[in-house]
């Protein structure tokens, strides 16, 4: 935030008073803002005139019910964008203005229904609008609120398979759309859970190699960690519409390597085989391994005395018109084969069912997500199982054209830590999560770096000033997207770059993924750190920050 010269009637006391009221007010509406995040249903507020007549009228605050309904980012929500960008179809602007208009003319309220276009889904949501004008004393039309949540259907009984058809495809919708809501902020909490034992651990295992065994042991956490970290980002994808990443997968590689880290610890043992003239799988690496990875857990659980398993690959060939679900042609078979307590033939039925789970504390959506994957890889998964006998898994998969081994899905250099890059520079780290912050000092420190820290929007925005004023700016700020207590990374981000244009600001955030990290560069970060991030990604992001992107 930038401060203007004092006026001369202005006194110390008088600006110390009007500091404490902004902060006042900061804090009133770091409240308010929680609070209608509470409402269950959908709140906006809109300019009172449209700036873009092409757009509408713009949001200037939307709650978390109104970002979940549209399926936006639950970090920005749906403010900076038009009436006309929600509102489905040309029709449904129409109407969504004429009752703006009806409520500013009758001084009140205006109902109506029209339909929301879901940015996550692009499938329309039919919704009920509650829009009311808002004026000031002197009848100025300040802007409008509007509640939406979701219409509910009118029953005819003219056509009731049509009705219900109706019900379910928005009941499946608004249940995709609370999850991909949820996953994200799931992964974003997980990922910041990882991040102080990242750092540590991928700063802590170059200065063990004089001791193999210990060395050894840290690698294998280190690489857990980092699948980790890849199946949040995974997670979140697969809540999203969109094409998967599908490439030649070898499934040699991949079975060794995630049966190594599945049953480490266990006393269960494993016994990995495949087809000598194995093919390819076309797949997803990532979420292949995750799929796998829960197979064999479960079956792992399912044999709590020890004992035996099976994981193997076989070369299928699927002929004629398909099997119902399979397409005709070269498929690969993964079989994960456990000699558990197997499943009832009532329960075999449920299994994919995110609701269903026979575990204590389970949540039952492990096998969900993985038929989720599966499914997006035109491939299929099937199970068979007798009680007492045991219970085997098989995943279906299309064959990627060509033979023979592809490249591996983790080699050592990808799970070895990113080396540490030392130097010189000023840091400000701006992150609500101490034990992260902390860490992070500690290996910058250590690194050559001057350090300064807070864990708020508010003391950021301050230090920077104070620092800039006296011509020492720092030449990174690490700044965090979910910040308590007020302003969040990206709203301080931008009173920072207000004050100083030439301000370098890092993106560090558990919830942004590829995808979404142009968006930021776009808003004037000069980079993105995704959490968890290792101690030499982070030391190598500030060098190339501090050293590449000079000051004029």
């Known amino acids: 935030m930038t401060t203007s010269p004092l006026p001369p009637t202005a006194t110390p006391a008088s600006v110390a008073e009007l500091e404490q009221s902004v902060e006042q007010l900061k804090i009133a509406n770091y409240y308010l803002r929680v609070a209608l995040d509470q409402v269950a249903d959908g709140v906006v507020i809109v300019e009172s005139e449209a700036s873009d007549p092409q757009c509408g009228p713009k949001v200037l605050f939307s709650n978390a019910a109104a970002a979940m309904l549209a399926g936006a980012d639950p970090e920005t929500g749906l403010r900076g964008m038009g009436l006309n960008e929600l509102a489905a179809g040309d029709q449904d602007a129409t109407t969504l203005m004429q009752s703006l208009h009806q409520a500013a003319q009758n001084g009140g309220c205006h109902e109506c229904e029209c339909r929301l276009q879901s940015l996550r889904t692009q499938v329309p949501v039919s919704c009920k609008w509650r ?244 499914d997006g890889m035109n491939g299929d998964i099937r199970v068979t199982s007798t009680p007492d006998i045991g219970t085997e898994f098989s995943v279906f998969l299309p064959a990627a054209e060509g033979s023979g081994s592809t490249k591996p899905l983790h080699t050592p250099a990808d799970t070895a830590p990113v080396p540490l890059k030392h130097g010189k520079g000023k840091v400000l780290i701006v992150d609500d999560e101490d034990d992260l912050r902390k860490v992070a000092n500690m290996i910058l420190t250590r690194c050559g770096y001057e350090v300064v820290q807070c864990d708020n929007g508010q003391d950021a925005i301050k230090i920077y000033q104070s620092l800039y004023r006296t011509g020492t700016p720092p030449d990174v700020v690490l700044m965090d997207l979910t910040l308590r207590g007020g302003m969040n990374g990206t709203e301080t981000a931008a009173e920072i770059l207000h004050l100083d244009p030439d301000a370098r600001i890092v993106c560090t955030s558990g919830s942004v993924t590829q995808e979404v990290q142009m968006v930021f560069l776009e808003r004037g970060f000069v980079g993105v750190l995704p959490k968890p991030y290792e101690a030499g990604e982070l030391t190598q992001t500030v060098h190339r920050i501090a050293t590449m992107m000079k000051r004029n």
């Open 131 to 374: 829009v009311r004008a808002v004026f000031n004393s002197l009848r100025k039309l300040l802007n409008y609120t509007i509640l939406i949540s979701p219409a509910q259907a009118v029953v005819v009984k003219t056509d009731p398979k049509a009705v219900t058809d109706d019900l379910d495809a928005q009941s499946e919708q608004l249940r995709k759309e609370n999850l991909a809501a949820l996953a994200q902020g799931i992964a974003h909490d997980v990922n910041n859970l990882l991040g102080p034992a990242t750092v540590r651990l991928s700063a802590l295992i170059p200065q063990v190699q004089e001791h193999p065994v210990l060395a050894q042991e840290l690698q294998a956490v280190f690489t857990g960690l980092k699948r980790a970290k890849q199946f949040t980002s995974q997670v979140v994808t697969a809540s999203k519409a969109g094409a998967q990443r599908q490439e030649p997968t070898d499934l040699a590689a991949l079975m060794r390597a995630t049966v190594e880290f599945a049953g480490a610890g266990s006393n269960v043992r494993v016994c990995v085989r495949q087809d000598d003239d194995l093919r390819p799988a076309l797949a997803d690496p990532a979420q292949l391994s995750q799929v796998l990875q829960n197979l064999v857990m479960n079956g792992i659980q399912a044999m709590p005395h020890g004992g035996y398993m099976d994981v193997e690959a076989h070369n299928e060939m699927v002929g004629g018109a398909g099997d119902g679900v399979l397409k005709p042609g070269p498929h690969v078979r993964l079989v994960v084969r456990d000699r558990g307590c197997g499943i009832t033939k009532a329960n075999l039925g449920r299994l994919f069912h995110e609701s269903f789970t026979t575990k204590a504390g389970g949540n039952g959506i492990g096998l969900t997500t993985c038929k989720h994957y599966i």
